[in-house]
Nanobody, 125 residues
Framework: VQLQASGGGLVQAEGSLTLSCAAS????????IGWFRQAPGKEREFVAT??????????YYSDSAKGRFTITRDNAVNTVYLSMSSLKPEDTARYYC?????????????????WGQGTLVTVSS
């Protein structure tokens, strides 16, 4: 699978932004899809993930994302979204989407097999 992240940009604090992760080659629903971010000088950190089972999607968020960010998918366009609201300057980072072929939907970036190129989000105060 190939992943293309987009939708980043400059936004003021308390603003909103929606990132897209377009999958090609295979269906995004064949994988758990995670969003991660990396700020300059910091390690890549988990933001949110979505996995699928027979009863439907399962979502999991970092503490910093919980209540402000929402991960969703649109199977018709093979895309997973990260909707972000109440953005803070500390949310400034390059955001990456990744696919876990085992479908686990875990926090560790080491367990994801395919990565998009990232999209930059800058939140001004």
């Amino acid at each position: 699978v190939q992943l293309q992240a987009s939708g980043g940009g400059l936004v003021q604090a308390e603003g909103s932004l929606t990132l897209s992760c377009a999958a090609s080659g295979r269906a995004a629903s064949d994988y758990a899809i995670g969003w991660f971010r990396q700020a300059p000088g910091k390690e890549r950190e988990f933001v949110a993930t979505m996995s699928w089972s027979g009863v439907g999607p399962h979502t999991y968020y970092s503490d910093s994302a919980k209540g402000r960010f929402t991960i969703t998918r649109d199977n018709a366009v093979n895309t997973v979204y990260l909707s972000m609201s109440s953005l803070k300057p500390e949310d400034t980072a390059r955001y990456y989407c990744a696919a876990d072929e085992h479908g686990l939907g875990v926090r560790s970036p080491d367990l994801y097999h395919y990565w998009g190129q990232g999209t930059l989000v800058t939140v001004s105060s």
